[in-house]
């Protein structure tokens, strides 16, 4: 469980470690078709990109690599449920320390939840995502 104060801090996290290089960047996103277009986007502008399903599945792909997480993008609702917010704060926690997040919806009942992070409705220009990515860890290496 997370306390309050990381939930609080997680977007004004200090910059991460990168991985070669490269910001590495996880995408929580149960919609394969908007998992893998996230995932091409965030690797064409320079950074490392891992997809999961959920925060268990993020966690045991990155394995020795968790300490590494740059950023969290995700979906507000995983599976039906709003999982989101609760599945960054579950991997910042495994970290042991606050990542930068950004949740992102396709519910407009959900844009104006009360939320530790920024909020983007879907469909979302891109340009957003990348200028907060920027903003948050500074231009990728390509």
């Given at each position: ?130 200028q907060w990515l920027v903003h948050r860890l500074g231009a990728a290496i390509s």
């Amino acid at each position: 469980m997370t306390t309050p104060m990381l939930a609080m801090a997680v977007d004004r996290a200090p910059l991460a470690s990168k991985t070669s290089g490269r910001p590495l960047i996880v995408v929580i996103e149960d919609d394969y078709r908007s998992s893998m277009a996230l995932t091409m986007l965030i690797d064409d502008w320079g950074y490392s990109c891992v997809a999961a399903r959920s925060s268990r599945e993020a966690v045991r792909t990155l394995g020795h690599r968790l300490g590494n997480v740059a950023a969290i993008i995700t979906d507000i609702e995983i599976d039906g449920q709003m999982r989101g917010i609760r599945d960054a704060l579950a991997i910042a926690a495994t970290i042991g320390h606050a990542v930068p997040t950004i949740i992102t919806t396709g519910h407009s009942d959900y844009a104006a939840v009360a939320s530790p992070f920024p909020v983007v409705r879907k469909p979302f220009d891109p340009d957003i995502l990348h200028q907060w990515l920027v903003h948050r860890l500074g231009a990728a290496i390509s």
